[in-house]
C-alpha cells in the first residue's frame, strides 16, 4: 500500500516561493508535477535552445518524480505548453528517449509563458503502483555498483554508516545486491552465508523511504531468501533497526519474530534481531 499522506516536494524554484505553489505533489498513489520550463534551478539561468530547454524541463521534472518515489515509467499523462507551435518538432528527439517506451496520454497547447526566454513548459501526472518485472536487481560488482549499496545501505542505518572500505570488506565476505527502477536506484540487499552446519544465514532487505510500499522490499527480500537456502541456510534471521518502523513492520508480515533488543557499546541507538520460524514440515500423502 502506498503511502497516502498528502506531501508537497519543493525543487528550489524562487517562481514556487513567490508565487505560492510546489514543483510536485504526492496525494496517496497519484503524483502532479507542475509545469516546468527550462530553468535550471540551481543557477536560476535559462538556455536560449528550445531543445536545450526541454531536455531541462526533463531533467527538473526527473528529479521532482525520483523524490515521490517515481520514474519516467510511472508517468500516464504528458502537457506540452508552447508560445510558438514550429517549436515543438525540434524537441521530439529529446521527448521520444523520454516517452517512447512509456507512451504516456499526451497533448500539445499553444499559449503563452510566464516570461518570454520560456520556450517550452511541461507537466505530467504519474500513478505510483506495484513496480512488477520492471524492476531490476543486480549483483553488486565493481566500485560504482559498491558505492550505490554503500549509499542506500547508509540512508538506512545511520548510525551504522559505512566507509567505502568497510563497504569493500563486507563485498568480499557477504552477497550484496542493488535493485534499480530502470536507471534509478531505489535499494539494496545484504545475505550473510550461515556458519557452520544448520547456521542461520542473515537476510536484510533495504529500500529508500520515496520507493516504499511498491513490491521493492518484498523482491529483495524474496531473492536473498532464495540465494540463503541455496548456501544451505536451515534458519533466517535479520536485523533491524529499532527507529526503522517501516523495517520492523516489514520482517514481522514475514513471519519473523523479535528475539533480542540490544545497544552496542558507546552507542545509544537500539537495534533488533528477528529470526524466521522454520516452516513446517510436509505432512504425509
Not at 517512447?100 to 505510483?128: H, S
Amino acid at each position: 500500500m502506498t503511502d497516502q499522506v498528502r506531501r508537497a516536494i519543493l525543487s528550489g524554484s524562487v517562481f514556487e516561493e513567490e508565487i505560492g505553489y510546489a514543483r510536485a505533489v504526492v496525494d496517496g498513489d497519484r503524483v502532479h508535477v507542475s509545469g516546468t520550463t527550462g530553468y535550471d534551478y540551481a543557477t536560476m539561468t535559462i538556455s536560449d535552445d528550445v531543445v536545450e530547454q526541454a531536455g531541462q524541463c526533463l531533467r527538473n521534472i526527473g528529479a521532482a518524480l525520483a523524490e515521490a518515489g517515481c520514474t519516467f515509467e510511472d508517468v500516464v499523462r504528458v502537457r506540452y505548453l508552447l508560445p510558438a507551435r514550429e517549436d515543438f518538432e525540434p524537441c521530439w528527439p529529446v521527448l521520444r528517449k523520454t516517452f517512447g517506451q512509456v507512451r504516456p496520454a499526451a497533448t500539445m497547447m499553444v499559449c503563452g509563458l510566464a516570461d518570454p526566454r520560456m520556450r517550452i513548459e511541461i507537466e505530467v501526472d504519474a500513478r505510483r503502483g506495484p513496480v512488477g518485472s520492471r524492476l531490476r536487481i543486480e549483483q553488486v560488482s565493481g566500485t560504482a555498483m559498491l558505492e550505490q549499496w554503500r549509499h542506500v545501505h547508509n540512508v538506512i542505518v545511520p548510525p551504522a554508516e559505512m566507509s567505502l572500505a568497510e563497504a569493500e570488506e563486507r563485498l568480499g565476505r557477504y552477497r550484496l545486491e542493488n535493485a534499480y527502477l530502470g536507471d534509478v536506484l531505489v535499494g539494496c540487499s545484504t545475505v550473510r552465508p550461515p556458519e557452520g552446519d544448520g547456521g542461520a544465514a542473515t537476510v536484510i532487505a533495504r529500500v529508500l523511504p520515496a520507493y516504499r510500499g511498491r513490491g521493492i522490499g518484498t523482491a529483495l527480500y524474496e531473492n536473498g531468501l532464495a540465494h540463503a537456502r541455496v548456501l544451505g541456510a536451515e534458519a533466517i534471521e535479520t536485523c533491524v533497526l529499532a527507529a526503522n518502523e517501516d523495517g520492523l513492520r516489514f520482517a514481522k508480515a514475514r513471519g519473523f519474530t523479535e528475539t533480542e533488543r540490544y545497544v552496542l557499546d558507546g552507542e545509544s541507538d537500539e537495534w533488533v534481531d528477528l529470526s524466521l520460524a522454520p516452516a513446517p514440515a510436509p505432512g504425509p500423502r
